[in-house]
């Protein structure tokens, strides 16, 4: 079994900073790419961005220059840095996670999500 939990969301004004988190713990060998995605009321699922196991990332262009992800593959967690945040950044934030279990089995992994709410 496993799971990833965010935390980290919350109501910040526009041009404010928020860190996420996102940690992913059970019975794991190795995790693939990590990644942030967002939902806002009324639209889909957005990729926000990704970053690999080698550190490769790629951004939404709508984030790019204001928001930073990283990783630390010792603690198996994943960081979304949001800065100059905008009104339109308010959505709910997901983690996903490329997860190797140790019985050899391949987890695509959601967690249930953070509130990110950002006031004009």
């Known amino acids: 079994q496993v799971q990833v939990v965010e935390s980290g969301g919350g109501l910040v004004q526009a041009g404010g900073s928020l860190r996420l988190s996102c940690a992913a713990s059970g019975s794991i060998s190795s995790i693939n790419t990590m990644g942030w995605y967002r939902q806002a009321p009324g639209k889909q699922r957005e990729l926000v961005a990704t970053?690999?196991?080698?550190?490769?990332?790629n951004y939404a262009d709508s984030v790019k220059g204001r928001f930073t992800i990283s990783r630390d593959n010792a603690k198996n967690t994943v960081y979304l840095q949001m800065n100059s945040l905008k009104p339109e950044d308010t959505a709910v934030y997901y983690c996903n996670a490329g997860v190797y279990t140790r019985m050899g089995a391949y987890w695509d992994t959601w967690g249930q999500g953070t509130q990110v709410t950002v006031s004009s």
């Open positions: 970053i690999t196991r080698g550190v490769t990332t």
